[in-house]
């Protein structure tokens, strides 16, 4: 026990540049108090005190800001960053040394059963407000960017941002982007078309004109 809770504080200092004492972090980080106040529930949850667990969350939630349902897993040295306005799920798994900034979300889409929560991987960074949601694996060493809303997975060592989600870079090498300019406008598309449809139909009112002079002017010489 005391040898995680050495790990948890180490984790601090090596995420926090301004964390400057052992105290302070034990004393004044609401993250790492939602930390063990989880796992503390979660020993509960594990051993099917489903309702002791939920109390001792929601005393966290109140405590810190921080929601952390008994049922997660997760795994060692997760640093919350401030941690205000954090949700992670019932059936949401997270790996080791993953980072979370404050406002962070790890849900789901609807009312479904079973696994409904994302699993994140190793080495993760989740920036501010971002929301990742569904049952999906998000990759090792991935990073995604503040308030991205991410619907599907993300591959090992990518970087994601926007709203959808969209990966960025992968492997330290920027993804090729849309260029901007070459976007298809379909008003214009649909202009063309109908201008087609009438250089079309103009032709052949030009024969039909033709062909009936013709007939005419055989009438004539009858």
Request: overall charge positive; some cysteine.
């Amino acid at each position: 026990m005391f040898a995680r809770i050495r790990s948890d504080v180490r984790a601090v200092f090596d995420n926090d540049p301004a964390a400057r004492s052992v105290f302070e972090v034990i004393f004044t980080y609401s993250g790492i108090h939602a930390i063990w106040m989880y796992r503390i529930a979660h020993w509960f949850y594990r051993h099917h005190r489903y309702s002791i667990a939920r109390s001792i969350s929601q005393f966290s939630r109140f405590m810190t800001g921080i929601e952390i349902h008994p049922g997660a897993r997760i795994g060692e040295r997760l640093f919350i960053d401030h941690g205000m306005g954090i949700v992670i799920g019932e059936t949401c798994e997270i790996g080791n040394d993953v980072v979370l900034f404050q406002g962070v979300t790890l849900g789901g889409t609807g009312k479904e059963k079973g696994k409904r929560h994302p699993t994140v991987g190793n080495n993760v960074v989740v920036g501010s407000g971002a929301k990742v949601l569904g049952s999906f694996r998000v990759g090792d060493g991935a990073r995604i960017g503040a308030n991205a809303v991410v619907l599907s997975e993300v591959p090992s060592n990518s970087t994601v941002v926007g709203n959808p989600g969209r990966v960025v870079k992968r492997d330290g090498v920027r993804v090729e982007r849309l260029n901007h300019t070459d976007m298809p406008d379909p008003v214009t598309d649909v202009c063309r078309s109908l201008q087609q449809q009438i250089d079309e139909l103009k032709k052949e009112l030009e024969r039909e004109r033709a062909s009936r002079g013709s007939q005419y002017d055989d009438v004539k010489n009858i």
